[in-house]
T-cell receptor
Framework: EAGVAQSPRYKIIEKRQSVAFWCNPI?????LYWYQQILGQGPKLLIQ????????DSQLPKDRFSAERLKGVDSTLKIQPAKLEDSAVYLC??????????????FGPGTRLTVL | AQKITQTQPGMFVQEKEAVTLDCTYD???????LFWYKQPSSGEMIFLIY??????QNATEGRYSLNFQKARKSANLVISASQLGDSAMYFC????????????FGTGTSLTVIP
């Protein structure tokens, strides 16, 4: 079974530029998460999708961040314009909705963003 | 509000020894799950072990076991017979069914296994 795919793996941009990240979840997983992980911290949820609907985006800085999952499969996360403090690893995870409280997330390899 | 606390920024353990990584949590939900993830330097988050709030027995997965003390709201990870490949960041996480199944992560513990 293929895992969660993310691209690119690394990205370096200058502040005020735009950037987009792509995620393809495990086949059949209805739930998709985007996390931001700043160096030395735990992952922070940015947005959670179930199928193509948003479940939680309360911590997404909506003035500069946007995300979509149009067909309920793959997803893109965009930052426009980027700031220095956006330098982080962006992790995508997916999971099934079965199982109640037990619903393991499967993580992708992450995209390491450096904003200069 | 849900909260996960990991108070050990860094830990060292001798190879082949056991080590305990601490995790406490705070939630008002009755139904929740506790997870431990390993993050090596490559960056990927690897699922290790799960404990449900209604599980009466502590979870075990190979060399990993979870010391679940519900009344104290703690879910410590025990790694037995440490190996050099265990050197990584370890994150405790919680998921509560009444809060949209969102995961809350702690700040992590960096484990270094010494040969």
């Amino acid at each position: 079974e293929a895992g969660v795919a993310q691209s690119p793996r690394y990205k370096i941009i200058e502040k005020r530029q735009s950037v987009a990240f792509w995620c393809n979840p495990i086949s059949g997983h209805a739930t998709l998460y985007w996390y931001q992980q700043i160096l030395g911290q735990g992952p922070k949820l940015l947005i959670q999708f179930q199928n193509n609907g948003v479940v939680d985006d309360s911590q997404l800085p909506k003035d500069r961040f946007s995300a979509e999952r149009l067909k309920g499969v793959d997803s893109t996360l965009k930052i426009q314009p980027a700031k220095l403090e956006d330098s982080a690893v962006y992790l995508c995870a997916s999971g099934s909705i079965a199982g109640g409280a037990y619903n393991e997330q499967f993580f992708g390899p992450g995209t390491r963003l450096t904003v200069l | 509000a849900q909260k996960i606390t990991q108070t050990q920024p860094g830990m060292f353990v001798q190879e082949k020894e056991a080590v305990t990584l601490d995790c406490t949590y705070d939630t008002s939900d009755q139904s929740y799950g506790l997870f431990w993830y390993k993050q090596p330097s490559s960056g990927e988050m690897i699922f290790l072990i799960y404990q449900g709030s209604y599980d009466e027995q502590n979870a075990t997965e190979g060399r990993y076991s979870l010391n679940f003390q519900k009344a104290r709201k703690s879910a410590n990870l025990v790694i037995s017979a440490s190996q050099l490949g265990d050197s990584a960041m370890y994150f405790c996480a919680m998921r509560a069914t009444n809060t949209g199944n969102q995961f809350y992560f702690g700040t992590g513990t960096s484990l270094t296994v010494i040969p």
